[in-house]
């Protein structure tokens, strides 16, 4: 049963969200807008918004100057690989304890969920000194196993979340048909899995690029992600605004592009399946 | 049916992540919690391989009466608190909002959702210096048109900037996860309401904010612990600077800026067990809605 909307009340509600969501995302529009001015019309008084000389001049510049590209390297190779080593570990996990749960496995899982709530910066100095003592510090492998393990428990519940929606009997009839327990996850469960898998890669993925402790705390040069390239800019050096916001539009734009494809997923992994 | 033999298999295949996590969480916390009784100053000298000086409880009572504790305390709770109201408020505004019917109402989902993809750093100085800047920032310009001061935002009034740049990257996850409750929430019961002729008001304290008790409460949890741990939006802006330190920052700075690890670390203990009082509180929602 549809309420009925009166065009009346339609229009008005269409307005006012359309502007408070202007509002909302105005701080990330005029970044992009700025990132094509030139520094001058960056800081111009009166500023201006649409009407000016577009250029591309200021992506070139901060690809130059500051090798914009092996930070995103960087990024890529740390968000993508701890993403991808925890959902290795995490599926093997989720799947047995949504399949062959016991007494135990709601304590397991809540206990995961508790190391995730442990403050960084309480274990920041042991961190740091195990990364010195095994030269793990400024490297991309050190950086993909923290990341890797902030985010294990979020990517542990939400395949567990996800793997709880499959119908169990199915596992079970392929069991009878004498299916080994590889073939049953291999061809079975994996296939049925896949959406699920594939957000929980997606929003892993977008936590660990945006990531801003660990990343700025155990990186200097070498490893260095954009979280900390763009940190860099807190110097005098942020105030060439063009400057500054073609290298952020650049860090952002890939993360945004993935976003609005896992706002869903994004309830799911980030209230541990207690909102749905 | 799990047999013996799924069992044992179960049990290898969830070693791997329960080791890994174990470690992750016992092993740098008896780090801490070791260093937190030890006299500990690596730019003096002290190396852990030659044996660390023990000192009791010394460095819980110094990092406690250190007259930059109580300031971060009130610090830390003012930006958990201020961008816990905001955020929470507006968002139940927001979810409300979105879900009536509108023209693209997906794309104005986008647009309210888009900051919380923005990474801390870049939030947090693009607010700094485009929007906040005494000179150039946006701020500035629209204070002069109204004829007014420019405010310098982050030295003169650094909590409320803090706060405002925080709660604008969490409004989208509030709202997101408010709105996904609303939707779940059965329209027939509030037609009938309306029907009954119940005004606007009433609709929403009986029946709307009931629904959305658990919601909030999640998100109050969740965001606590994310906003206790606030960091890149204080060391990019403010730099700890202008009264903005909170206990994160502070214990940050003890133990990387100072090198005082066994100070730092007892500051440490300290973080860990607030956490973990906010922690238990979530941890029973979310048992309590596992069925296994």
């Given at each position: 049963?549809?309420?009925?909307?009166?065009?009346?009340r339609?229009?008005?509600?269409?307005?006012?969200?359309?502007?408070?969501?202007?509002?909302?995302?105005?701080p990330?529009?005029?970044t992009?807008?700025?990132?094509?001015?030139t520094?001058?019309?960056?800081?111009?008084?009166?500023?201006?918004?649409?009407?000016?000389?577009?250029?591309?001049?200021?992506?070139s510049?901060?690809?130059?100057?500051?090798?914009y590209?092996?930070f995103?390297?960087?990024?890529?190779?740390?968000?993508?690989?701890?993403?991808?080593?925890?959902v290795?570990?995490?599926?093997?996990?989720?799947?047995?304890?949504a399949?062959v749960p016991s007494?135990?496995?709601?304590d397991i899982?809540?206990?995961?969920l508790?190391?995730?709530?442990l403050?960084?910066?309480?274990?920041?100095?042991?961190?740091?000194?195990?990364f010195i003592?095994?030269?793990?510090l400024?490297?991309?492998?050190?950086?993909?196993?923290?990341?890797m393990?902030?985010?294990?428990?979020?990517?542990?519940?939400?395949?567990?979340?996800?793997?709880?929606?499959?119908?169990?009997?199915?596992?079970?009839a392929?069991?009878?048909?004498?299916?080994t327990l590889?073939?049953?996850?291999?061809?079975?469960?994996?296939?049925?899995?896949?959406?699920?898998?594939?957000?929980?890669v997606?929003?892993?993925f977008i936590?660990?690029?945006?990531?801003?402790?660990?990343t700025?705390?155990?990186?200097a040069?070498k490893?260095?992600?954009?979280?900390?390239?763009?940190?860099?800019?807190?110097?005098?050096?942020?105030?060439?605004?063009?400057?500054?916001s073609?290298?952020?539009?650049?860090?952002?734009?890939?993360?945004?592009?993935?976003?609005?494809?896992?706002?869903?997923?994004?309830?799911?992994?980030?209230?541990?399946?207690?909102?749905? | 049916?799990?047999?013996?033999a799924?069992?044992?298999a179960?049990?290898?295949?969830?070693?791997?992540?329960?080791?890994?996590?174990?470690?992750?969480?016992?092993?740098p916390?008896?780090?801490?919690?070791?260093?937190?009784?030890?006299?500990y100053?690596?730019?003096?000298?002290?190396?852990?391989?030659n044996?660390?000086?023990?000192?009791?409880?010394?460095?819980?009572?110094?990092?406690?009466?250190?007259?930059?504790?109580?300031?971060a305390v009130?610090?830390?709770?003012?930006?958990?608190?201020?961008?816990?109201?905001?955020?929470?408020?507006?968002?139940?505004?927001?979810?409300?909002?979105?879900?009536?019917p509108?023209?693209?109402?997906?794309?104005v989902?986008?647009?309210?959702?888009?900051?919380?993809?923005?990474?801390?750093?870049?939030?947090?100085?693009v607010?700094k210096?485009?929007?906040?800047d005494p000179?150039?920032?946006?701020f500035?310009?629209?204070?002069q048109?109204?004829?007014?001061?420019?405010?310098s935002?982050?030295?003169e009034?650094?909590?409320?900037?803090?706060?405002?740049?925080?709660?604008?990257?969490?409004?989208?996850?509030?709202t997101?996860?408010?709105?996904?409750?609303?939707?779940s929430?059965?329209?027939?019961?509030?037609?009938?309401?309306?029907m009954?002729?119940?005004?606007?008001?009433?609709?929403?304290?009986?029946i709307?904010l009931?629904?959305?008790?658990?919601?909030?409460?999640?998100?109050?949890?969740?965001?606590?612990?994310?906003?206790?741990s606030?960091f890149a939006e204080?060391?990019v802006?403010?730099?700890?600077?202008?009264?903005?330190?909170?206990?994160?920052?502070?214990?940050?700075?003890?133990?990387?800026?100072?090198?005082?690890v066994g100070?730092?670390?007892?500051?440490?203990?300290?973080?860990i067990i607030?956490?973990?009082?906010?922690?238990?509180?979530?941890?029973?929602?979310?048992?309590?809605n596992?069925d296994?």
């Amino acid at each position: 049963m549809a309420r009925a909307v009166t065009p009346r009340r339609k229009a008005l509600f269409t307005m006012i969200a359309w502007a408070i969501g202007l509002v909302i995302f105005f701080p990330i529009l005029w970044t992009i807008l700025t990132s094509f001015k030139t520094e001058a019309q960056a800081i111009s008084d009166p500023p201006v918004f649409l009407f000016f000389d577009w250029t591309l001049e200021n992506y070139s510049v901060v690809q130059e100057r500051s090798n914009y590209m092996r930070f995103l390297w960087n990024s890529v190779i740390i968000a993508g690989g701890s993403t991808l080593l925890g959902v290795m570990i995490a599926v093997p996990a989720a799947w047995s304890m949504a399949f062959v749960p016991s007494t135990r496995t709601k304590d397991i899982l809540l206990w995961m969920l508790s190391t995730k709530m442990l403050p960084a910066v309480g274990v920041l100095y042991p961190i740091y000194l195990i990364f010195i003592e095994l030269g793990l510090l400024d490297t991309r492998t050190g950086l993909v196993i923290v990341l890797m393990l902030i985010n294990l428990p979020i990517i542990v519940w939400m395949l567990y979340t996800y793997f709880k929606e499959i119908p169990g009997e199915i596992l079970e009839a392929a069991r009878m048909d004498g299916a080994t327990l590889k073939e049953e996850i291999l061809y079975v469960l994996t296939p049925m899995a896949i959406p699920g898998i594939a957000s929980t890669v997606l929003l892993n993925f977008i936590l660990a690029w945006n990531e801003a402790f660990w990343t700025l705390n155990l990186t200097a040069a070498k490893a260095a992600p954009l979280t900390a390239f763009i940190a860099s800019y807190s110097s005098p050096e942020g105030l060439f605004y063009a400057k500054l916001s073609a290298a952020s539009t650049m860090a952002i734009a890939p993360i945004l592009i993935l976003g609005w494809f896992s706002q869903k997923q994004l309830v799911r992994g980030l209230t541990f399946g207690a909102v749905k | 049916m799990a047999t013996k033999a799924s069992r044992s298999a179960a049990r290898l295949m969830m070693a791997p992540a329960v080791i890994l996590l174990m470690g992750w969480m016992l092993v740098p916390l008896v780090l801490t919690v070791f260093f937190s009784f030890k006299k500990y100053l690596p730019l003096r000298g002290d190396r852990w391989q030659n044996g660390l000086d023990w000192v009791g409880f010394d460095n819980y009572v110094r990092f406690v009466s250190s007259s930059s504790f109580w300031p971060a305390v009130q610090t830390t709770l003012i930006i958990v608190l201020g961008v816990l109201i905001i955020t929470v408020s507006l968002g139940v505004l927001l979810a409300l909002l979105l879900d009536q019917p509108m023209w693209g109402q997906g794309i104005v989902r986008i647009l309210v959702i888009a900051p919380f993809f923005v990474m801390p750093t870049v939030s947090a100085l693009v607010w700094k210096n485009m929007f906040m800047d005494p000179n150039n920032g946006l701020f500035a310009h629209l204070w002069q048109f109204f004829g007014a001061e420019p405010v310098s935002w982050l030295s003169e009034a650094s909590l409320p900037s803090i706060i405002l740049i925080v709660s604008w990257q969490w409004l989208p996850f509030a709202t997101l996860i408010l709105l996904t409750a609303i939707q779940s929430l059965d329209s027939e019961q509030l037609e009938a309401a309306e029907m009954d002729g119940a005004p606007i008001l009433s609709r929403f304290g009986h029946i709307v904010l009931p629904h959305l008790g658990r919601a909030i409460t999640i998100v109050i949890l969740i965001q606590t612990i994310f906003l206790l741990s606030v960091f890149a939006e204080i060391f990019v802006t403010t730099g700890g600077a202008f009264g903005s330190r909170t206990l994160t920052y502070l214990i940050f700075q003890r133990v990387l800026e100072s090198q005082n690890v066994g100070l730092g670390s007892a500051g440490g203990v300290y973080a860990i067990i607030l956490a973990n009082i906010v922690a238990i509180f979530l941890m029973r929602i979310v048992g309590k809605n596992l069925d296994t």
